[in-house]
Nanobody, 127 residues
Framework: QVHVVESGGGLVQAGGSLRLSCAVSGRTFSNYAVAWFRQAPGKEREFVSAITQSGSTTRYADSVKGRFTISRDNAKNTVYLQMNSLKPEDMAIYYC????????????????????WGQGTQVTVSS
């Protein structure tokens, strides 16, 4: 049984920062690729960022590149998403997704590729 829990969301003014955390338990964390997705009201879930098992490879959506940073601490079974220079259009529920089928250097930008999801954390950005 894999358990994924996001935290760190909240209300922030435009230009501010938040750090989201994704804690994973249940299996060997270092085997998982981890991705962040987000979903705003009335919109489809979209890819934000991903990180491979070792953390050596990361990927970002164009809309967050240069503002968001994904990282992982395998000793703490946690992945982080540092979000800087937040914009109103970043407002959404942010979800963490994990899967161990990608191998050492793999990940996916497609939500359907991930088997395990957290419940989401709300990020609200006021203008």
């Amino acid at each position: 049984q894999v358990h994924v829990v996001e935290s760190g969301g909240g209300l922030v003014q435009a230009g501010g920062s938040l750090r989201l955390s994704c804690a994973v338990s249940g299996r060997t964390f270092s085997n998982y690729a981890v991705a962040w997705f987000r979903q705003a009201p009335g919109k489809e879930r979209e890819f934000v960022s991903a990180i491979t098992q070792s953390g050596s490879t990361t990927r970002y959506a164009d809309s967050v590149k240069g503002r968001f940073t994904i990282s992982r601490d395998n000793a703490k079974n946690t992945v982080y998403l540092q979000m800087n220079s937040l914009k109103p259009e970043d407002m959404a529920i942010y979800y963490c997704a994990v899967d161990d089928k990608f191998g050492n250097s793999g990940y996916s930008v497609h939500p359907a590729a991930y088997a395990y999801w957290g419940q989401g954390t709300q990020v609200t950005v006021s203008s």
